[in-house]
C-alpha cells in the first residue's frame, strides 16, 4: 500500500468540485478531435502512459550566483525530498520516478530502497557531480575532474562516477548521467585536444564498469562554470563521445544547455536519426542556462521537440526510448508547484504533437507547400488539450487540478512546522 502525503479524501472531494466542467470539457474537446479524426480516449491513454522524472534537487529551493532566498518547509535531506516528490506524483501521475544526485542525497541505500518503495518512487538516473568539491574530499575539481591535467584527480573522479553506478545498482536505477564542469577561462588555459583526449579515456574506465542493461548519458553544456571553453560544449563533441565510447552510451539533450535561439529540435532530430538520443533535461530559458519551468518562456519550442519525438515514434525509430527528466532551479516559487505544472507542460507538448496530422504533414512537405505545413503544426500546437491532461491524471487517481488541490491541502504549511528553514540547501544546477 503506497503511502499517500495528501489525503486521498481531500484529493477526492477537490475533483468533485470540479469533475462536471471537466466531463463538458473533454466530450467537446472528443468532438473536435473526431471531427480531424483524432480519437481523444487513444491520445488519453498515450498521455496517460508518459512519465517524466523529478530531480531529487529540484524540490529545494534554488539561487543565483548572488543569493538564495530560501522557502518555507524546505527538504532538510533526501528523506524529505522524496516526501515532496512523492507529493508532485500523487497529484500529477506524471512523475513516478526521482533523479538522483551524489553525494548530495547519499544516504544508506537500503533506507532509500524502502522509503522509495513505502511512497511509490522508483529511481531514474543517477547524476555524479565532479563539478564540485565535497567535503573531505582529496583532490580538488578547481581545474577540472574528468579530464584534469592530473591523473590521481582523473581517476578519484572516475572513482565517483562508479560508486555513483553502485548505488544506482542498488536502488534500481538503469543510467549514469554525467556532467562535468570542465573548461578554461582563458584562451590558452588549456589544450583542447589533449584536455577531450583525457576526458575520453575517463569515460572510458566509467563505461566499462558500466552493467549490460544500463546507458550512459553525457550532457553536453556551451559554457558555465568555465566561461571561455567547455570540454564537453555542444552536442557535436557529445555525439562524438557516444560514438566513441560504445552502444551503452548516449547524449543527453539539457534545453537550456544551448545558445539562445539554437535549434534544438533539429538536434533532437540528427541525434534520432543516428541512434544516440539518451534523453532530456526538461527546463526553459531566456538569456542562458536559466534554469526556468518547462515551458515557461518557449512553450512552442518544446512542442517541436515533442513533434520530433512523435514523428520518430511514428516512424517506428528502433529502440527508441529516451529518458524524460526535469532539471530546473526554482528561485522564486514553491518548488511542488512548479514541477507539478512542469510536468503537466511536458505533457502538454506531448498531447499536442500527438494529434499533429502526420500524413497532412507529409503531404505539404512533399509539395513544398510550407505555408501549408506549418499551419499543420501551429493547428495542433493551438489546440487546447487541457481536458486530456485532467482526464488523464483524473482517472490515475491524481488531481484535476493539481496546484489548486496542492493549495487547498495545506501541505507546505505543515511541513513547515517539521522542517526548520535553512540557508545552505544541499541543492544546485545541473
Ligand atoms: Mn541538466
Redesign the pocket.
Known amino acids: 500500500m503506497t503511502e499517500s502525503r495528501i489525503a486521498p479524501d481531500l484529493v477526492a472531494a477537490e475533483n468533485d468540485k470540479r469533475a462536471t466542467a471537466l466531463k463538458a470539457d473533454y466530450e467537446a474537446l472528443g468532438a473536435t478531435l473526431a471531427r480531424r479524426d483524432v480519437d481523444i480516449e487513444a491520445i488519453t491513454r498515450k498521455v496517460a502512459e508518459f512519465t517524466v522524472a523529478v530531480p531529487s534537487w529540484g524540490v529545494g529551493t534554488g539561487g543565483t550566483r548572488f543569493a538564495r532566498f530560501p522557502g518555507t518547509g524546505e527538504p532538510r535531506g533526501i528523506f524529505d525530498k522524496l516526501d515532496d516528490c512523492a507529493v508532485i506524483n500523487q497529484l500529477t501521475q506524471a512523475t513516478p520516478t526521482v533523479s538522483l544526485h551524489i553525494p548530495w542525497d547519499k544516504t544508506d541505500v537500503k533506507e532509500l530502497k524502502a522509503k522509495g518503495d513505502a511512497l511509490g518512487l522508483g529511481f531514474d538516473a543517477m547524476n555524479s557531480n565532479t563539478f564540485s568539491d565535497a567535503p573531505g574530499q582529496k583532490l580538488t575539481y578547481k581545474y577540472g575532474s574528468l579530464s584534469h591535467t592530473d591523473a590521481a584527480t582523473r581517476q578519484q573522479a572516475v572513482e565517483h562516477n562508479l560508486e555513483c553506478i553502485e548505488i544506482g545498482k542498488a536502488l534500481g536505477s538503469k543510467a549514469l548521467t554525467v556532467?562535468i564542469g570542465d573548461g578554461s577561462n582563458f584562451p590558452g588555459q588549456s589544450n583542447f585536444t589533449k584536455a577531450f583526449e583525457r576526458y575520453l579515456a575517463s569515460m572510458a574506465d566509467i563505461y566499462k564498469a558500466l552493467p549490460d542493461d544500463w546507458r550512459l548519458f553525457s550532457?553536453h553544456k556551451m559554457y558555465e562554470p568555465a566561461f571561455y571553453s567547455t570540454v564537453v560544449q555542444d552536442w557535436g563533441t557529445n555525439y562524438l563521445i557516444a560514438q566513441t565510447l560504445g552502444p551503452k552510451a548516449y547524449c543527453l539533450v539539457?534545453l537550456g544547455?544551448h545558445a539562445p535561439n539554437t535549434n534544438i529540435e533539429m538536434i533532437v532530430a540528427r541525434l534520432i536519426q543516428f541512434g544516440k538520443l539518451g534523453g532530456f533535461?526538461f527546463n526553459d530559458s531566456k538569456y542562458g542556462d536559466d534554469d526556468l519551468d518547462a515551458g515557461a518562456i518557449d512553450p512552442y519550442r518544446l512542442f517541436l521537440v515533442f513533434n520530433e519525438l512523435v514523428d520518430a515514434e511514428a516512424r517506428g525509430v528502433n529502440d527508441f526510448h529516451p529518458a524524460h527528466m526535469i532539471?530546473q532551479s526554482h528561485n522564486v516559487t514553491d518548488p511542488i508547484e512548479s514541477l507539478i505544472n512542469s510536468a503537466n507542460e511536458i505533457r502538454r507538448a506531448y498531447a499536442q504533437a500527438l494529434i499533429v496530422d502526420r500524413k497532412a504533414l507529409e503531404g505539404y512537405q512533399q509539395d513544398n507547400d510550407a505555408l501549408m505545413a506549418t499551419e499543420t503544426l501551429k493547428r495542433a500546437y493551438r489546440a487546447d488539450v487541457e481536458p486530456i491532461l485532467a482526464e488523464a491524471r483524473r482517472r490515475a487517481g491524481g488531481a484535476i487540478d493539481p496546484v489548486a488541490t496542492y493549495r487547498a491541502s495545506g501541505y507546505r504549511k505543515k511541513v513547515a512546522a517539521e522542517r526548520p528553514a535553512s540557508i545552505s540547501g544541499g541543492g544546485g544546477i545541473?
Open positions: 556532467w550532457e539539457d544547455h533535461h532539471d545541473i
